[in-house]
């Protein structure tokens, strides 16, 4: 082989295959207020399905695996009664705190091995969590989901409610929304805005992006990112639940103050269910109503961006060995961060855990952006006149 035919070697794709065990960490099943009307509720995650109920008594949100361990029926098709759910196909009833079967109202005796898997559950946010370990250990109290200001701090009057949105992505492993953390070139040409400022820090079981960014004044846009210039930190605290601290210009020297939810659950290995809400911080003067409404706008325009990023991964093939440049941001060390939550608990390495930071140069791209957005401005400016 010449020198020069090394050169050209083509570029091949190593598409890898996607992991057959689920992340170990805190997921997020959504809000909590949708699981307490009395129903239990099926869902689909882990390869398996879960029961999710509100307990009549205790009032607290319970799960458990769906299929009953007597004949297979499915407890979300069942009935709440009192602190279980029951079985619609015999009616054995299913303790939500311990999974212990409490009556079969039809026998004499219940077997006393009859004990279903209660999954390690707990609200927080407004929204409800469980813990999964295909090792089956608890979870260490270091890698608790953080309480969120807007929903347990003093001020939380001040904040709107949640305004909540799921879609599921089927086709793609839930790693391709993992890697947009550190994608800073898709915010400009999938999400049509402008980063200014990037950096990445991954710490222990935490991953965050600092991004600044501007609007593209040359997409016509009514998505969040097109309302003005924004500052954006979004951490990762564990595999699948992202808390982004968002501040973002709304005119006049009005900043505006959201947290938005990026968070995900894992339904088989080529599909998860996507999630995010959002709620505002009032600004002087506003009302409920009009809190409400921001946060409505705000998770409308996450929408979009979502919708953009999964119409992506729906077309896009897993790739193991992307090919960089500078300008990508840590895609490398990010999965490596990312490998911690699929290896057993014994198996983290240190390189895994250990405290990396980068900050992407955005200078040229900020040029090369600026000079095409400058030309599509003046490619439509005659048509505007007209
Ligand atoms: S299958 Fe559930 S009670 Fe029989
Ligand atoms: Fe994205």
Not at 53 to 58: I, K, Q, R, T, Y
Not at 248 to 268: F, T
Request: one cysteine or more; aromatic letters at 12%.
């Amino acid at each position: 082989m010449t020198t020069q035919d090394q050169h050209d070697e083509v570029r091949i794709i190593d598409a890898g295959a996607a992991p057959v065990r689920f992340a170990r960490g805190w997921h997020c099943l959504g809000l909590a207020r949708d699981f307490r009307d009395g129903s239990p509720h099926e869902v689909e995650a882990f390869g398996t399905k879960l029961v999710v109920f509100a307990g009549e008594e205790d009032g607290v949100l319970h799960v458990l695996n769906a299929y009953c361990p007597h004949m297979g029926g499915n407890l979300a098709h069942g009935t709440v009664k009192g602190d279980t759910v029951a079985c619609p196909f015999h009616d054995w009833r299913w303790k939500g705190a311990t999974g212990r079967c409490a009556a079969i109202p039809y026998a004499r005796r219940v077997p006393p091995r009859a004990k279903t898997r209660a999954w390690t559950a707990r609200e927080r946010n407004g929204q409800l969590y469980v813990w999964h370990d295909p090792q089956g250990a608890r979870p260490d109290p270091a890698l608790e989901i953080p309480e969120i200001e807007g929903c347990h701090g003093p001020d939380a009057g001040q904040w709107s409610d949640w305004s909540w949105q799921q879609i599921r992505v089927t086709g793609a492993h839930c790693r391709e929304i993992v890697d947009n953390v550190v994608d800073m070139a898709h915010f400009y040409y999938v999400h049509y805005s402008f980063p200014t400022y990037f950096k990445n820090v991954f710490d222990g079981h935490v991953a965050t992006q600092y991004m600044e960014s501007a609007p593209r004044p040359d997409v016509a846009m009514d998505t969040l990112s097109g309302a003005g210039a924004l500052r954006s930190d979004a951490s990762y605290f564990g595999p699948s639940y992202m808390i982004d601290k968002l501040w973002s210009d709304v005119g006049d020297g009005v900043e505006m103050e959201s947290v938005l939810i990026n968070c995900h659950y894992p339904v088989a290995a080529d599909s998860f269910v996507l999630m995010y809400g959002a709620i505002v911080k009032k600004l002087p003067g506003m009302t409920d109503e009009q809190a409400a409404y921001a946060a409505e706008q705000t998770s409308a325009g996450l929408a979009k961006g979502f919708e953009q990023d999964v119409e992506i991964w729906r077309n896009k093939t897993r790739i193991d060995n992307p090919l960089l440049t500078e300008e990508d941001g840590p895609v490398y060390q990010l999965r490596r961060w990312y490998e911690q939550f699929y290896v057993d608990a014994t198996e983290v390495k240190d390189e895994m855990v250990r405290r990396f930071e980068f900050e992407v140069d955005t200078r040229h791209a900020g040029e090369a952006w600026r000079a095409e957005v400058s030309a599509n401005l003046a490619a439509v400016a005659p048509q505007r006149e007209q």
